[in-house]
T-cell receptor
Framework: KNEVEQSPQNLTAQEGEFITINCSYS?????LHWLQQHPGGGIVSLFM?????KKHGRLIATINIQEKHSSLHITASHPRDSAVYIC???????????WGAGTKLIIKP | EAQVTQNPRYLITVTGKKLTVTCSQN?????MSWYRQDPGLGLRQIYY???????DKGDVPEGYKVSRKEKRNFPLILESPSPNQTSLYFC????????????????FGNGTRLTVT
């Protein structure tokens, strides 16, 4: 059983739309990571959060520790936001992550 | 510029020919890790290191070796590569472990695409 579930697996939207990607996890955690993998393969860390909400530009990440759920929102989406978005949570050891399968986002102009 | 540098970006080799993928970070990070990424399987951890001379196995360590003789470098060694090690490899580092109250985000290298024929 996957301990980190992301939805949807694939998402296609029009430029300008508000995007929501969800991440649910079954383990107790201290923090959750959101990362972005570009079509060229590079991986960038977007957020690490343990409570509440964080915002960076048009990206907003929220987490509800009690419900074991996090969301990544993109406002005013743009074709350059097209990427795979991955959430991950630490294992008990804090040295390893449990990875979600990723959400492939395509924003059409 | 703070970065994680992997080399080479692309590598084609033959079965059994030893190879090393280098990884270097200039951020004085204690924690470093190697991942492989395969279609449909996502990121899987190969080995990680908590500090100099301290390494541990990840989820898929078979067929790989690592060493951490200096803080900045964490090479991945394939002593006898096989075709099932054809994959996209990433090195990553962070200043502290990825979880816990003092957890830190990961910084990734650009990846190494390895093909073993």
């Amino acid at each position: 059983k996957n301990e980190v579930e992301q939805s949807p697996q694939n998402l296609t939207a029009q430029e300008g739309e508000f995007i929501t990607i969800n991440c649910s996890y079954s383990v107790g955690i201290s923090a959750l990571h959101w990362l972005q993998q570009h079509p060229g393969g590079g991986i960038v860390s977007l957020f690490m959060l343990s409570s509440g909400k964080k915002k960076h530009g048009r990206l907003i990440a929220t987490i509800n520790i009690q419900e074991k759920h996090s969301s990544l929102h993109i406002t005013a989406s743009h074709p350059r936001d097209s990427a795979v978005y991955i959430c991950a949570v630490p294992m008990d050891s804090n040295y390893q992550l449990i990875w979600g399968a990723g959400t492939k986002l395509i924003i059409k102009p | 510029e703070a970065q994680v540098t992997q080399n080479p970006r692309y590598l084609i080799t033959v079965t059994g020919k030893k190879l090393t993928v280098t990884c270097s970070q200039n951020m004085n990070h204690e924690y470093m890790s190697w991942y492989r990424q395969d279609p449909g399987l996502g990121l899987r951890q190969i080995y990680y290191s908590m500090n100099v001379e301290v390494t541990d196995k990840g989820d898929v360590p078979e067929g790989y070796k690592v060493s951490r003789k200096e803080k900045r470098n964490f090479p991945l060694i394939l002593e006898s590569p096989s075709p099932n090690q054809t994959s996209l490899y990433f090195c990553a580092s962070s200043s502290t472990p990825v979880g816990g109250l003092r957890g830190s985000p990961l910084h990734f290298g650009n990846g190494t695409r390895l093909t073993v024929t």
